[in-house]
């Protein structure tokens, strides 16, 4: 409110629109008052006789201004030349490019002139400055029926007229009066609207009623508020026939959804027909505008029961291809009744196009065939059995069928949940058939129905139609049968039929058909190789009777030796799955072998071998390592007394190595026995360098011997961690550690893995096993004996000396165990950390890999803070958490200030470290000093040079929000403050109004939320706004205040209609 008085400023528009008006554009808007109360004055003054003067063109002159001062600081909304130019260019370069289709992009560019041509009033640069200011304020463009847009064009044109010629007096004033209308419609408070469009909808249909609403509706969010309300259907088909009522665009919420909170629910017919109407008016669109008008069709329909069924099929028919339209079609039939026709025509438009895996396909023919199933009965099961069959016949008949697995199991069987597609329509297809049967249809009709359908599968499908049918004779069952014969396997379908015929056949002709068709065994051309007529009785074996299969028992037998007996249960039990994992097996479980002495468990595990034949199981070695280092892991006390011999016992590396890495796992409880592992090391490493030099030893058939070195490396590093004694045996395993350091290859080979995993390459390298060693001794000897042998540092000096890639693998190791190197050599790495970590290709990779690896240290953060910086520049694994750690917990040298000036050259690094800071902080407790100081950076960065730390660096501290403990007014606070500076983006918006919304409603809180909803992705605006009406509701028993009224308006105007009844009214 202003302090003038309501005479002076606001005689002419109502008070509230003028206060409407203040809300949007503060001082602005007394000037559109005064310009416009000016325009009154000077027209009365020439009615009332100073007709010497121009005051009606001055009066034009105020109006105009007015006008402006709507646009004035409005961004500029794309259109008019603009467009032009860019659709030209675009043109321009499709045009040049080979193999372009000419045509397609003249019709583009077509296209958009005709937009260009059809939106005149819209073209000119105040109009689109309007535009933007529409839309920000609704979140929608405006009616285009009653155009704002358009109204404010034609009224500026003419004022602009009007000053500049000879402006009649009536003309003027006509003027004034549509500009104060416009205002008042537009600016009229958008409770005020809400209220006056829901009186409206609540009246019956009259003719004159549409004025009214045109005068009321400015944008989609009202119509969808009216359409929401009106209670009589007669309004329909007139908002139809005015525009009011038309097809969706892509892009916006289409208001006509709003009718199914009203008439969609009391009159779905009439709401029905209505969109019946707009779907003929479909094919008038733009081909690439057709579809999402009718799936916005669709999704109405969707909701209104039988009533919309036809649109719905029609929908579905159109578009059968589409994954979201035939989800809302399939939705729909399930809803319907099972015999509902429309669920047949339903299936009929979206069984034709089945992909294995493809867009949800398996699933919803599943459930849409399921549906057509439970509904089947005498007035349909014709009709949808025909269908059916004649879409698998289609499917069948396509090349990819003859590499479709359809199994052997019956068609009748379960098909799973990812079947097939062909398989599916088989299956369903045979449970009609047999519902056909119980309903009393002739076999003969159900074969006629079936069709001429192709191939082994359409034989497979007449068994089953046969099989358990009075009216067919054997003869034509035996036929069949006999004819199935010359298959490479029987199935499932073929065992029904056998089993319904040799109950049937008392005479036995079934006998002499079979075994004739059958034939003789041939001969048997290698040892190795079945004969595929064996292969093919051993498979019918199945299912026919022993007296069909004379001439082949003896070539049953002998392939049943190798492959078992055949099973009639894998033809008529559930399905396998014919993509199903096989697992490997192994030979004993865990206790098998804990249930025996260790020597004993040992020896079964290395005498154990493969032998496949007859073997249903795939049983391997690696899942018998496997079950051993469970075995060990659960009990390895018993498994270390007398290490040495379990190992001799082993003998293979693929044993004795996972023996070794459970030994390891649980190093600390068997720390006792040291002595006894270390001497089983001592042969292991005596076998090992055996088979590295000369290629023989007592391991048996060893594949890889360095994995062997590495897991007893291993062992020796976790029992000097443990600090268990092996002073006995240190220097035989310095030695041992050292060798392959001392050896290592005269050329570097190349490395494993790729550079940025250096140190991933390192472990795996045999001189990557012994550094790691040689460092977890040394700290067994300065923890037991207060100090690490002199030749340590020499080791390290020789380390850093070797060259290239494995010299970085070397560095790697050094690298990851900086901070260790701190405690143990800290004059060594004083002197050599330029040359370790700085000099040199070597030492800047060195230092990326220690700052990505290693743990931070003072020492670090102290020696290298511009090194650290920069890394963090050049976004090295580590360094930005490693900086941010650093401020965090306050290093000297690492205050915010001076951070800043060093990171200002790369906003991005800037932005990602505040990501980091809030995720570092979210579960600090309350009074933690590290909390208290990420907030002094947050305020910090708030208050900071927007040259220095951009807006769009400060979106990552949205992440605050996780953060428990901080108090919520504070949160509350330095989040508005960000909202401010980044216009209402931010990251974790979801979760910043979640937050919001269980803080204590407040003026901070409300103005928080009043800018998250008018930016962001659309669902994130839509549920900020749903979290700004639960914050309105909390606040509505408390005192009102500005910031409550400017969240109520701004949700009323983005469309959400139920702010307009929390909390009170007023407009004072």
């Known amino acids: 409110m202003t302090d003038q008085p309501e005479d002076e400023v606001g005689s002419d528009l109502p008070i509230m629109v003028v206060e409407r008006l203040r809300s949007e554009f503060g001082p602005g808007a007394d000037r559109i008052a005064r310009c416009l109360r000016t325009a009154r004055v000077m027209i009365n003054q020439t009615r009332d006789g100073d007709r010497g003067l121009r005051l009606a063109e001055s009066a034009a002159y105020n109006i105009r201004e007015a006008l402006d001062t709507v646009t004035v600081d409005q961004a500029t909304a794309e259109g008019g030349l603009g467009v032009v130019m860019k659709a030209w260019k675009r043109y321009r370069l499709e045009t040049a490019q080979d193999d372009v289709d000419i045509n397609a992009a003249r019709a583009m560019l077509d296209e958009v002139l005709g937009q260009v041509e059809a939106d005149t009033a819209h073209a000119s640069r105040r109009a689109r400055q309007l535009l933007t200011y529409l839309y920000k304020r609704a979140g929608v463009a405006p009616t285009t029926r009653r155009d704002p847009i358009e109204e404010y064009a034609e009224l500026r044109a003419q004022a602009n007229t009007a000053v500049h010629t000879q402006a009649g007096l009536s003309e003027v004033a006509s003027l004034l009066s549509r500009t104060l209308g416009w205002f008042t419609w537009l600016f009229l408070p958008p409770d005020e609207v809400t209220r006056k469009i829901r009186a409206l909808a609540a009246q019956p249909w009259q003719r004159t009623q549409l004025v009214q609403l045109e005068k009321l509706v400015a944008n989609d969010h009202h119509l969808r508020l009216f359409l929401g309300e009106i209670a009589d259907p007669a309004w329909l088909e007139p908002l139809r026939a005015a525009g009011l009522v038309g097809l969706p665009f892509p892009d916006s919420a289409w208001p006509v959804a709003g009718l199914l909170t009203g008439l969609g629910r009391t009159h779905p017919d009439q709401v029905a027909a209505l969109l019946e109407r707009l779907l003929a008016d479909v094919k008038d669109l733009p081909v690439a505008r057709r579809l999402v008008a009718r799936y916005e069709l669709l999704r109405v ?99 990819e069928a003859s590499w479709t697995v359809l199994g052997i199991e019956a068609l009748t069987m379960d098909v799973g949940e990812r079947p097939e597609p062909l398989l599916l329509l088989a299956h369903h297809l045979v449970r009609m058939l047999s519902t056909a049967r119980s309903l009393g249809i002739a076999t003969s009709t159900r074969l006629e129905w079936l069709g001429e359908f192709p191939g082994a599968l359409g034989d497979r499908i007449r068994c089953q139609a046969l099989a358990g049918a009075d009216d067919v004779d054997v003869v034509d069952k035996i036929g069949l049968i006999t004819r199935r014969l010359a298959s490479s396997t029987a199935t499932g379908d073929d065992a029904a039929l056998v089993s319904d ?103 079964l595990v290395a005498s154990w071998h493969s032998d496949a034949a007859g073997d249903q199981h795939r049983y391997t070695a690696e899942a018998l390592a496997d079950v051993l280092e469970e075995t060990v892991g659960r009990s390895p006390e018993p498994w270390s007394t007398d290490a040495t011999a379990i190992v001799l016992t082993l003998r293979k590396p693929c044993y004795v190595t996972p023996y070794l890495r459970a030994v390891t796992e649980q190093a600390g409880t068997v720390t006792a026995h040291a002595p006894a592992l270390i001497r089983a090391i001592a042969h292991i490493r005596g076998l090992v360098s055996t088979v590295e030099t000369s290629g023989t030893a007592d391991i048996d058939d060893d594949p890889d011997a360095a994995v062997l070195h590495n897991a007893a490396f291993a062992l020796v590093r976790a029992l000097a961690a443990s600090d268990a004694d092996i002073s006995a045996s240190l220097d035989d395993l310095w030695e041992w550690a050292l060798a392959p350091l001392i050896n290592t290859p005269t050329s570097s080979p190349d490395l494993t893995f790729t550079p940025e995993d250096t140190f991933v ?20 000897e300065s923890r037991h004996q207060g100090r690490v042998r002199a030749e340590f540092e020499q080791i390290l000096d020789t380390v850093i000396g070797i060259p290239g890639a494995i010299g970085l693998e070397c560095r790697a190791i050094l690298a990851r165990h900086r901070a260790l190197l701190e405690h143990l050599a800290p004059i060594w790495l004083d002197a050599h950390a330029g040359s370790l970590l700085r000099e040199g290709d070597l030492g800047r990779a060195t230092f990326d890999l220690t700052v990505k690896r290693g743990h931070p240290t003072r020492w670090l953060y102290q020696q290298f803070k511009n090194e650290l910086i920069a890394a963090a520049v050049r976004g090295v694994d580590g360094a930005l ?97 960000t909202l401010d500076i980044t216009d209402g983006l931010i990251d974790n918006v979801m979760r910043v109004a979640d937050r919001a919304a269980h803080c204590e409603p407040s003026p901070t809180v409300r103005l928080l939320l009043l800018r998250m909803v008018d930016r962001g992705q659309p669902w994130e605006r839509d549920y900020a706004a749903q979290k700004a009406l ?26 959400y209609h139920q702010a307009d009844a929390i909390g009170p009214h007023d407009h004072q």
Do not use: C
Request: hydrophobic share 45%; no cysteine.
């Open 881 to 977: 958490h490693q900086l941010v750690m650093a401020v965090l917990h306050q290093e000297p040298g690492y205050d915010v200030d001076q951070i800043l000036r060093l990171l200002e050259v790369d906003s991005a690094v800037l932005a990602e470290a505040s990501k980091r800071v809030t995720w570092l902080v979210r579960f600090a407790k309350p009074d933690a000093q590290v909390l208290a100081t990420a907030v002094a950076v947050w305020i910090r960065m708030l208050e900071a040079d927007r040259d220095v730390v951009p807006a769009a660096t400060l979106l990552g501290y949205g992440g605050w929000a996780f953060a428990a403990n901080l108090d919520d007014e504070q949160w509350a606070r330095l989040t508005a403050r």
């Open 301 to 399: 329909a969707y909701h209104l029961g039988p009533a919309g069924h036809a649109l719905v099929v029609e929908v579905v028919r159109s578009h059968p291809t589409e994954l979201a339209v035939r989800a809302l079609g399939v939705a729909v039939a399930r809803k319907a009744h099972p015999a509902d026709p429309m669920v047949s025509r339903i299936a009929d438009a979206v069984l034709n196009d089945l992909r294995k895996f493809g867009d949800g396909d398996t699933y919803y023919a599943t459930e849409l065939l399921d549906h057509l199933q439970a509904g089947l009965n005498d007035d349909n099961i014709a009709e949808r059995t025909r269908m059916l069959a004649a879409k698998a016949r289609r499917m069948a008949e396509q090349p």
């Open 1030 to 1055: 639960d914050v309105l509701r909390a606040s509505a028993d408390r005192t009102i205040d500005d910031t409550f009224r400017r969240l109520r308006t701004r949700l009323v105007d983005l469309g």
């Open 501 to 603: 015929i040799v109950k049937r056949d008392s005479d036995g002709e079934h006998l002499v058909a079979w075994a004739t068709a059958l034939g003789s065994s041939g001969p048997r051309d290698g040892a190795d190789q079945i004969p595929q007529d064996w292969r093919r009785a051993w498979r019918w074996a199945a299912v026919l009777p022993t007296q069909a299969l004379t001439e082949w028992h003896e070539v049953i037998d002998q392939v049943s030796a190798g492959w078992g007996r055949p099973d009639r249960q894998a033809l008529i039990g559930d399905r396998t799955d014919p993509w199903q994992i096989v697992h490997d097996e192994s030979p004993y479980s865990v206790d098998d072998l804990a249930g025996l002495p260790v020597l004993e468990a040992a020896d």
């Open 761 to 780: 390459s390192a472990i795996n390298r045999p001189w990557g096993w012994g550094l790691q060693t040689v460092l977890a001794l040394a700290a067994w």
